[in-house]
């Protein structure tokens, strides 16, 4: 399994400059982190990691090449508990990410649904939340599988960060075969979960990982926070059992992996070498 970085390592700066940062570091692996549909403001400016669905991919393929960093999955995180609405990131935005990932070869495509918003969100019944996030990824589902790409279900909100919300999705969509998972190591601890048993119950749906570890800090949020964007430690140094993940894992074909960690480079290299030691 490759270990890449996360394109958000410094705030307030372009995808250039995540990539110098990566390649700097010795990292040949990223996740395209950030998308957007339409021209993003602060994008344009150079002020802000994203890449536009509407762009052309092969001219963000060149950029990662010439930085000698290979793009593995493209995030796609939506709202697909909110309404729908034109402003909410959601069907149409990973429609159009499943396009863009392959135009250039990319077989992952990562959403979620992310903790709800809106007060007719937060009143939806657990069924109604099966539901909608199903109906929105119908269509996204039978597309990915026409253009041979992965949709990858990330741990990120009350339903995706338990092992029976996952399956009620799968099991609502029939468990298509372009349906997956990408494992959040952080995300799934963080929302009530047992991360080493989804590693098991999923292992073979399981297609990316994202890496992070938490701190003690965090005990007492467990089961009522919905996702972290990321840690600031380095992997090894939480409370998850990440020795346990990859003990699962090490013999799972899965390709690649991202750490989902801001701080300085040795924490980020500590964090790839534990996991080289660790035997993913």
């Given at each position: 399994m490759k270990v890449g970085l996360f394109l958000l390592i410094e705030p307030f700066a372009s995808v250039e400059v995540q990539l110098q940062r990566v390649k700097k570091m010795g990292f040949a692996d990223a996740?395209?982190?950030?998308?957007?549909a339409g021209g993003s403001m602060l994008g344009t400016a150079g002020f802000s990691p994203t890449v536009s669905l509407d762009d052309n991919p092969f001219d963000v393929k060149r950029l990662f090449e010439k930085y000698g960093v290979t793009p593995w999955a493209v995030c796609a995180h939506a709202g697909l508990l909110e309404p729908s609405s034109p402003g909410t990131y959601g069907t149409s935005e990973i429609m159009k990410a499943i396009h863009f990932a392959?135009?250039?070869?990319?077989?992952?495509?990562?959403?979620?649904?992310?903790?709800?918003?809106?007060?007719?969100?937060?009143?939806?019944s657990y069924k109604e939340k099966i539901f909608i996030i199903a109906e929105k990824l119908y269509m996204p589902c039978r597309m990915a599988a026409d253009y041979?790409?992965?949709?990858?279900?990330?741990?990120?909100?009350?339903?995706?960060?338990?092992?029976?919300?996952?399956?009620?999705?799968?099991?609502?969509?029939?468990?298509?075969?372009?349906?997956?998972v990408n494992l959040d190591t952080g995300n799934s601890w963080l929302g009530g979960?047992?991360?080493?048993?989804?590693?098991?119950?999923?292992?073979?749906?399981?297609?990316?990982?994202?890496?992070k570890d938490l701190g003690e800090e965090w005990v007492e949020q467990r089961g009522k926070h919905?996702?972290?964007?990321?840690?600031?430690?380095?992997?090894?140094?939480?409370v998850i059992d990440i020795k346990g993940i990859c003990d699962v894992l090490k013999d799972a074909d899965i390709p690649s992996s991202t750490l989902e960690i801001v701080g300085s480079d040795d924490i980020l290299i500590?964090?790839?070498?534990?996991?080289?030691?660790c035997g993913v």
């Open positions: 996740d395209i982190t950030d998308t957007n392959n135009a250039i070869g990319i077989k992952d495509v990562v959403t979620t649904e992310t903790e709800p918003m809106s007060d007719w969100a937060n009143s939806l041979g790409v992965n949709i990858l279900l990330e741990p990120h909100g009350p339903i995706t960060d338990s092992i029976q919300g996952l399956q009620d999705v799968m099991d609502r969509l029939g468990n298509p075969d372009s349906l997956g979960a047992d991360p080493v048993e989804m590693a098991k119950v999923f292992k073979d749906k399981i297609h990316h990982v994202h890496w919905f996702g972290c964007g990321f840690s600031t430690i380095a992997i090894g140094d939480g500590k964090s790839a070498e534990y996991l080289k030691a």
